[in-house]
């Protein structure tokens, strides 16, 4: 079997919307670029090259205006399930629980959806286990106002994770965290990578992390 590309990007460009497109303003110009299965890849660059455009590139939240995108074999024409996302505000639900929040994508993505409630316990447990290999155990119960901004992250972390997506999109995940809770967070990051093996695309404007974790 041939090794093909997880990440598949064609020549694509994308202008925000059709004035812009009109002026030939584009915010991202002939990407390409192929991600293999399970790779972790960092993309690195200074505010406003593009680095978010090309997250929500990869996830359909936005369509190319010229090009294509496959992931997993697939064209991308909207909002791809197999993925999980974590940014730089760890965007939890403040009105609930650590083990609530983590929970949140099981009650939304299919085919999750259709069971939680039958299957919420097994779905809290693996939530709980996910939680415990970040250093979270017994903060299930926590609201986000309770946890530092460290354990804020991890917990969304887990969050992006708990429906075991193939693909796992960081955007600048750790840029708010002081400097030793951010090397924490790599070696947390680093391990569950090398257990899980899930593909992770990492944008990140600190060279050191990217060297690290990429
Ligand atoms: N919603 C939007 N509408 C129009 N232009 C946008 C929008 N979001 C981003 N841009 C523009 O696209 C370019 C890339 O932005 P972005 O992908 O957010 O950069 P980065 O994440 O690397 O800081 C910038 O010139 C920015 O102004
Ligand atoms: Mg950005």
């Known amino acids: 079997m041939t090794q093909e590309s997880f990440v598949d990007f064609q020549n694509v460009w994308l202008a925000y919307n059709d004035e812009l497109l009109a002026q030939n303003h584009f915010a991202v110009e002939d ?3 192929q991600v293999k299965q399970g790779e972790f890849i960092a993309i690195v660059g200074p505010s406003g ?7 929500k590139l990869t996830t359909g939240l936005k369509m190319p205006s010229k090009g294509r995108i496959l992931v997993d074999g697939q064209p991308v024409t909207g909002p791809l399930k ?16 650590t083990l609530d929040n983590v929970l949140l994508p099981l009650e ?9 409630k039958q299957k919420r316990e097994e779905y809290a447990e693996r939530a709980r286990k996910l939680l415990n290999t970040v250093g979270l155990g017994g903060y299930e119960d926590k609201f986000p106002w309770q946890l530092s901004g460290g354990m804020q992250q991890r917990a969304s972390i887990c969050r992006a994770l708990i429906h075991e997506p193939k693909m ?6 750790f840029g ?3 400097a030793f809770t951010r090397e924490e967070l790599w070696c947390i990051l680093r391990d569950l990578w090398t257990e899980q093996k899930f593909n992770v695309i990492l944008v990140t404007h600190d060279l050191r992390e990217s060297v690290f974790l990429a």
């Open 168 to 173: 796992l999109l960081l955007d600048e995940p």
């Open 108 to 116: 939304i993505v299919e085919p999750y959806r259709s069971n939680f």
């Open 49 to 55: 090259c593009g680095k978010s455009t090309f997250m």
């Open 82 to 97: 197999i993925s999980g996302m974590a940014f730089q505000a760890s965007s939890l639900l403040p009105w609930r629980t």
């Open 31 to 33: 990407i390409n670029l």
């Open 176 to 178: 708010a965290l002081d």
